[in-house]
């Protein structure tokens, strides 16, 4: 999946061209899906289907359990456009040009690549924390998904915002992060205009990633 504060900044370009009715709300719901208390529910907080051949975010099953939520309620359209940019980001990693860390010490280098594009982030894009610490969704009806800890997530997300890593990042680097951006916002924006006008065109489907990857 991609780093938090991927998922922030994915939400803060939205806002540039979407008026949300509530933008903090739309913020959480960017970064939600990750603030699960218990690692084993990530599978379940992101709607994971796996085949024999495939693997998927599927938002299109989100879509069918909230869509009322997702039409009418920033925090569910939020979570659902998390789901969309996980499909994304697992798309454009395996385009051949991202080799993935197949040891615990390579997954700790691209952790450490997080944390480089973190300051990164921050600094080019003026980012700035806009989230609450304490906040009661206990009543919300996303959190029959599973369990989290929205509250403890954000805590640590908000050091996400003050990072200041220098070094050069080895599997993610910042010009592939803009490479991202520059690829996938406009469909984002897309979808996202779509369903203003209560339609959903994008089909999780068809941002499937093989199952056994050999890069």
């Known amino acids: 999946m991609a780093q938090r504060l991927i998922h922030y900044l994915f939400g803060e370009i939205f806002a540039k061209y979407i008026e949300f009715k509530d933008k903090k709300r739309?913020?959480?719901?960017?970064?939600?899906?990750?603030?699960?208390?218990?690692?084993?529910?990530?599978?379940?907080?992101?709607?994971?289907?796996?085949?024999?051949?495939?693997?998927?975010?599927?938002?299109?099953?989100?879509?069918?359990?909230?869509?009322?939520?997702?039409?009418?309620?920033?925090?569910?359209?939020?979570?659902?456009?998390?789901?969309?940019?996980?499909?994304?980001?697992?798309?454009?990693?395996?385009?051949?040009r991202f080799t993935m860390p197949r040891t615990q010490d390579e997954v700790a280098i691209l952790h450490e690549d997080y944390h480089i594009l973190n300051s990164y982030i921050v600094g080019k894009y003026h980012l700035q924390n806009e989230l609450d610490c304490c906040l009661d969704l206990s009543q919300e009806s996303v959190m029959h998904i599973a369990d989290f800890n929205v509250n403890e997530f954000l805590r640590e997300m908000s050091s996400d915002f003050t990072e200041n890593r220098e070094g050069n990042a080895h599997f993610l680097t910042a010009d592939m992060l803009e490479e991202f951006i520059d690829k996938y916002i406009p469909i984002g924006l897309k979808e996202l205009h779509n369903i203003e006008n209560k339609t959903f065109v994008l089909q999780a489907v068809d941002f499937a990633w093989e199952t056994n990857r050999t890069k």
């Open 26 to 96: 739309f913020l959480l719901g960017t970064v939600l899906p990750d603030a699960y208390t218990n690692r084993n529910d990530r599978d379940r907080t992101h709607y994971t289907v796996k085949t024999e051949s495939q693997v998927y975010f599927d938002f299109g099953l989100f879509k069918e359990q909230h869509c009322d939520f997702i039409l009418n309620d920033d925090l569910y359209l939020g979570y659902y456009m998390h789901l969309m940019e996980d499909n994304f980001y697992r798309q454009f990693v395996y385009n051949q």
